[in-house]
């Protein structure tokens, strides 16, 4: 999962100049060239930390800058995807790795109903319903001495927030689908991210 394309192998000398497309070469069944199909420099290509941690994602464009600048690495490509320059043809980053270390700075997810439901994938955490409109539980009720915590909220849809009342869910008889905890901001990237690429999948934990 960790291998890399060599860094020299696609920028032998610096003098590159690239263009504003990429083509994607197909071939047919002989291996014969068909039309390349075009696409943006604006695609988006995620970056891990030299620890292999997702931090962010960028542009095609601003991923061959990291890549120029010997700032990064690819770690993955994009099938037969390449950018061309004047005279060369260089694979498509899809994930790239930065060379040296980023210290990310802290990122404290805000508690939220909208943050809960995003966090439990906008499904009921007793039945797993997604139809609106959906609330947030407090497992240990709040009367009883629940506070509002990550671990304490949970997604419900309102029929079975009202069947739990002011109970606990063990003496309800409702088990939980899943353990509530305070998210990764992986998480919300992923969110953010909406469609992932199959190459991401591996460095956003989704195998």
Known sequence: ????????????????????????????????????????????VLILNQSYEPISVCSTKKALLLLFLTKAEIVEGRGASVVRTVRECYPFPSVIRLSAY?????????????????????????????????????????????NDTWENLTCACVKCNNKKGNRTPDEASMRLTGVPKKPHHVLFLKHYLGKVEETWRPYLFMD
Request: charged share 25%; aromatic share 8%; net charge positive.
């Open 1 to 44: 999962m960790h291998s890399k394309i060599p860094f020299v192998s696609y920028f032998p000398s610096r003098r590159i100049a690239f263009s504003t497309t990429l083509a994607q070469i197909r071939h047919d069944s002989a291996g014969r060239q068909e039309t390349a199909v075009y696409l943006s420099l604006n695609s988006k």
């Open 102 to 146: 980023l210290r990310v700075p802290f990122r404290k997810i805000e508690l939220s109903r909208k943050n809960i439901l995003r966090r439990d994938g906008f499904r009921c955490q007793y039945c797993g319903a997604n139809q609106s409109p959906l609330t947030v539980d407090h497992i240990i009720p709040r009367s009883r001495g629940g």
